[in-house]
Nanobody, 115 residues
């Protein structure tokens, strides 16, 4: 079993920054793919950024140059800079176990960008 716990969300003004964290525990490996997704009200959940099993990164076009995904052992981070109101959403941590292909999700953390 895998547990994912996000933290770091909150209210920030446009142009500001936030850093999200996702602490993973349980039966995981350092090369399990992980990523961040977000879901805004009335919209589908979308990929924001991901780390594959080789450590390569993928970003949504809307966040390229502003967001940076990283991982340190069992904790994944999302550094978000130059935030805008369109980034307002619930952000979810995702992990897929390499061994079984099982998907796990965190509970989500709210990010609100507003003046």
């Amino acid at each position: 079993q895998v547990q994912l716990v996000e933290s770091g969300g909150g209210l920030v003004q446009p142009g500001g920054s936030l850093k999200l964290s996702c602490a993973a525990s349980g039966s995981i490996f350092s090369f399990d793919p992980m990523g961040w997704y977000r879901q805004a009200p009335g919209k589908q959940r979308e990929l924001v950024a991901a780390l594959d099993n080789s450590g390569s990164t993928t970003y949504a076009d809307s966040v390229k140059g502003r967001f940076t995904i990283s991982r340190d052992k069992d904790t994944m981070f999302l550094q978000m800079n130059n935030l805008s109101p369109r980034d307002t959403a619930v952000y979810y941590c995702h992990l897929q176990t390499w061994s079984t292909g099982t998907d796990y999700w965190g509970q989500g953390t709210q990010v609100t960008v507003s003046s």
